[in-house]
């Protein structure tokens, strides 16, 4: 009789990335709406902030909205209609954070939210990563046989994972070294 031994490698190092170039600029984090915010992404961006806040590492408040001329200089959340530009991103700068979410995703509930997840995790400072958490997240955008392309649904919200919350803690950690 053979004994055959299985091994497996057990990862003790860590999967989140954080931006090089980028350092918090406050905790907590202040972001104000744009003036033409949608009450949809009004109320997700509440709901998001609120889990974010619920671990208590990196806080973040949401203010009242702001106008364009007055856009500068502040953290601000938007939707917009350009659909060339991927369904969500973030502007990162020495001075602000900006999240834009398509408004393609506004007829969704869980893909919407998971969006808005991600795009605050990069606003705080991290960056995509290999290991299954919300900073690996991607759309499922499915193809008619006339090429038109849609939003798949997610069936549920995602949620922190263990590996985002450290990437968390690193970048509070930077932060408060450096105040």
């Known amino acids: 009789m053979k004994l055959i031994l299985f091994l497996s490698i057990l990862s ?11 350092n918090l600029t406050s905790n907590p984090l ?19 902030i609120d889990h974010i806040n619920y671990h208590d590492i990196i806080n973040i ?9 007055e ?13 060339y530009s991927g369904y969500g991103f973030t502007l990162l700068t020495d001075t602000d954070e900006d999240i834009y979410i398509s408004e393609l995703l506004l007829e969704t509930n869980n893909t919407l ?8 995790v990069h606003a705080i400072g991290l960056n995509h990563t290999k290991t299954p958490s919300i900073m690996n997240y991607k759309i499922s955008v499915s193809s008619s046989l ?12 995602l949620y ?8 968390m803690r690193a970048v509070k950690k930077k932060y408060e070294d450096n105040i």
């Open 71 to 83: 856009i500068n200089d502040v953290n601000t959340i938007c939707d917009y209609k350009d659909d």
């Open 113 to 120: 939210y998971n969006t808005v997840l991600h795009e605050f």
């Open 61 to 69: 408040t949401l203010k009242d909205e702001l106008f364009p001329h």
């Open 146 to 157: 006339f090429g038109e392309k849609s939003i798949v649904e997610d069936k549920s919200k």
């Open 30 to 48: 202040e972001f104000h709406t744009c003036c033409s915010i949608s009450p949809k992404l009004y109320n997700t961006t509440l709901d998001v």
């Open 160 to 167: 922190l994972s263990i590996d985002d919350m450290n990437g």
């Open 12 to 22: 003790f190092g860590f999967g989140y990335n954080t931006f090089n170039f980028y």
